[in-house]
């Protein structure tokens, strides 16, 4: 917000202002007239005051009538006589009304008219809290603490922070129930979940984009094996690869708190779900969209929309832009018409 200040008129030019502007002598009524203030007659042969083609009975009358051209203060609506500010549309009549119209900080709490706001509107920082580490769970500046690993957290998710591996293992399996009996996702194979560090994380993810912080990662393994057939003759007729063993993997970043933990897991279940149905979808704004909009499913099953905010507000090529798509498609054609466009996205392989 910008500050501009101005100089409007104080009390006593603004009676200066009423008397040069609305003639400083008596006029006589030469007729019965009305005060276009108080809407009192005015006599024939009583004096008045004129002011363009407005009559008044009373020199507090005209005051009055000037006042109401005054601007007001968008903040405390008083008329405006003195000095003013403005922002952009909106004048302020002190420091005070100005002030308290400027973003507050998230994380210390002042306002401030210099500072950056998160580009999913999830906090905004004053110039001195932008300068403290970022929390490596939420993204908000916070003086937290240090982990191991060199990571930052803040007071309020280090409040629910998963590090232990048994704990995250029972999450994960009320997540992997919730989305099948509730939000009809479900796969049947056995499915390896591990709590890893950040470096562990990043070395496996290879870093497939990097706006969005790595909190999670679905891994599927498979062995193929050369199948030939060959005929009485011993011809090769057909050669083929054929699946002799898969193996689907988890990972969970270590320290998250347990509700980011728990979106992170569907949406990792999601890439589950989909390799599961539809193997041949290579497009990774269609398979991160798609494992983003089942952890927005999730969330909203729990209402928790201060996450979900993130997901539909994330500027990310993959990661956002693929969400809106398949987002869209389930806004207009519901569920089944995301089945028929994850089918017209299939590639035959």
């Known amino acids: 917000m910008r500050q501009i200040k101005s100089i409007f008129f104080s009390g006593r030019s603004f009676r200066l202002l009423v008397w040069l502007f609305l003639f400083p002598f008596f006029l006589t009524a030469a007729e019965r007239l009305q ?39 968008s903040v405390c609506s008083r008329r405006i006589r003195g000095g003013y500010m403005t922002s952009g549309n909106k004048i302020f009549c002190s420091q005070k009304c100005y002030e308290s119209q400027l973003p507050q900080c998230t994380i210390c709490g002042k306002r401030s008219a210099a500072g950056a706001l998160a580009a999913d509107n999830s906090f905004f920082a004053c110039p001195e809290c932008l300068k403290k580490p970022r929390c490596f769970a939420c993204q908000i500046p916070a ?21 232990d591996e048994n704990e995250a293992r029972g999450i994960f399996l009320a997540v992997r129930n919730e989305l099948k009996y509730n939000l009809g996702f479900s796969t049947d194979h056995p499915i390896h979940f591990f709590l890893i560090d950040q470096k562990t994380l990043h070395e496996k993810s290879r870093g497939e984009s990097g706006v969005v912080t790595e909190q999670g990662l679905f891994e599927y393994l498979a062995e193929m094996k050369k199948v030939v057939t060959r005929n009485l003759l011993g011809r090769k007729i057909s050669e083929k690869e054929e699946k002799t063993s898969e193996r689907f ?21 999601g890439h589950d779900w989909l390799v599961t149905h539809y193997p041949g979808i290579r497009d ?19 209402k928790r929309d201060y996450l979900n905010k993130r997901i539909e507000m994330n500027n990310d090529p993959v990661y ?24 017209s996205k299939q590639e035959k392989h």
């Not at 240090?146 to 922070?161: F, M, T």
């Not at 993997?249 to 279940?269: F, Q, S, T």
């Not at 269609?286 to 099953?301: D, H």
């Not at 969400?323 to 089918?343: N, P, Q, S, T």
Request: with cysteine.
């Open 284 to 302: 990774l704004a269609v398979k991160e969209g798609f494992a983003e909009y089942v952890g927005w499913l999730y969330n909203r099953l729990h």
């Open 35 to 73: 005060c276009d203030q108080c809407s009192r007659t005015i006599g024939q042969g009583k004096r008045y005051y004129k002011a363009g083609n407005k009559n008044f009975c009373s020199r507090a009358c005209a005051e009055k009538y000037a006042e109401r051209s005054l601007p007001r203060c």
């Open 143 to 163: 003086d937290g603490k240090a982990l191991p690993d060199g990571r930052v957290i803040c007071s309020e998710c280090a409040k629910s922070a998963v590090s």
């Open 320 to 343: 956002g832009k693929g969400f809106r798509l398949i987002k869209g498609v389930a806004d207009k054609e519901g569920l089944e018409g995301v089945m028929k466009f994850l089918r």
């Open 249 to 269: 993997n988890i990972y969970a970043l270590d320290g998250l708190p347990k509700e980011r933990m728990e979106y992170v897991m569907a949406h990792e279940l």
